[in-house]
């Protein structure tokens, strides 16, 4: 099996930031910190998702431009 460069590697580390803690959102969020991601989410308003979410150590940031230092930002938004 080839080896990974470094850089790939390193990207693993890095924040990712998702905006939309809805009915996809969440199950991605928490996916995502399962397997060892740090996951930062911006909220518009306090929802029960975003409960849950901090409620299980979630990071929430409440300014989009906390996202910025993110290399991946997963948006997942209503078409409506």
């Given at each position: 099996?080839?080896?990974?460069?470094?850089?790939?590697?390193?990207?693993s580390?890095?924040?990712?930031?998702?905006?939309?803690?809805?009915?996809?959102?969440?199950?991605?969020?928490?996916?995502?910190?399962?397997?060892?991601?740090?996951?930062?989410?911006?909220?518009?308003?306090?929802?029960?998702?975003?409960?849950?979410?901090?409620?299980?150590?979630?990071?929430?940031?409440?300014?989009?431009?906390?996202?910025?230092?993110?290399?991946?930002?997963?948006l997942?938004?209503?078409?409506?």
């Amino acid at each position: 099996q080839p080896m990974m460069p470094a850089t790939h590697q390193d990207r693993s580390l890095e924040p990712v930031g998702l905006i939309g803690l809805g009915r996809m959102g969440l199950p991605m969020a928490e996916r995502l910190k399962a397997a060892g991601r740090e996951v930062r989410v911006y909220r518009r308003r306090d929802t029960p998702n975003i409960e849950r979410w901090r409620g299980d150590g979630g990071a929430v940031v409440d300014a989009i431009s906390r996202l910025a230092d993110c290399r991946m930002v997963i948006l997942s938004l209503p078409t409506t």
